[in-house]
T-cell receptor, first 114, second 117 residues
């Protein structure tokens, strides 16, 4: 069974601060995604990282995939209240019937105060 | 195509009753997934289909849960003899060709919030 450990579980910060969310596993994934979810809605895909060591930037968000494709991080620069939400990492299985099936981390609830 | 649709958005049922949820995926997506999510937690895998074939079902899923995708398009998830522990958000997602890894990701519906009283 593939497990993803996401940390921290809760993050409460002031507008303008920087933050990093971590996602770790002992399993190798074919790709890793980050999603953002608002209350009462389904998760929305932010980014997919595929190659070990890959770094992707999406405005103030920077995503990194570990060299061994087992871990990832999300860094937000100068957080804004609109960034508030549940952030989820998800790893795609690497083989067999699990190929493409996503395993999610527990999520990080981010609150950015004005 | 307006994305993944789930119906109903909310369902309140009495313990012991049966409930059925429907999911309409993005039409060109051949994979369809069902997940369950409790408040503040990550989605937990239930089952998934590739076209009409159910390829995997979670070992955590009891016999009271069944899912179908009869024509490889929409899917239904049925819970028989509901229990209070079944209360959760039930999420459906669909995905494009799994081999296209660079763009791989799920498109989720808005979910069905089930409350068992």
């Amino acid at each position: 069974t593939q497990l993803l450990e996401q940390s921290p579980q809760f993050l409460s910060i002031q507008e303008g601060e920087n933050l990093t969310v971590y996602c770790n596993s002992s399993s190798v994934f074919s790709s890793l995604q980050w999603y953002r979810q608002e209350p009462g809605e389904g998760p929305v895909l932010l980014v997919t990282v595929v190659t070990g060591g890959e770094v992707k930037k999406l405005k103030r968000l920077t995503f990194q995939f570990g060299d061994a494709r087992k871990d990832s991080s999300l860094h937000i620069t100068a957080a804004q209240p609109g960034d508030t939400g549940l952030y989820l990492c998800a790893g795609a299985g690497a083989g067999g019937t699990s190929y493409g099936k996503l395993t999610f981390g527990q999520g990080t609830i981010l609150t950015v105060h004005p | 195509d307006t994305g993944v649709s789930q119906d109903p958005r909310h369902k309140i049922t009495k313990r012991g009753q049966n409930v059925t949820f429907r999911c309409d995926p993005i039409s060109e997506h051949n994979r369809l997934y069902w997940y369950r999510q409790t408040l503040g937690q990550g989605p937990e895998f239930l089952t998934y289909f590739q076209n009409e074939a159910q390829l995997e079902k979670s070992r955590l899923l009891s016999d009271r849960f069944s899912a179908e995708r009869p024509k490889g398009s929409f899917s239904t998830l049925e819970i028989q003899r509901t229990e209070q522990g079944d209360s959760a958000m039930y999420l459906c997602a669909s995905s494009l060709n799994v081999l296209a890894r660079e763009n791989y990701g799920y498109t989720f519906g808005s979910g069905t919030r089930l409350t068992v009283v």
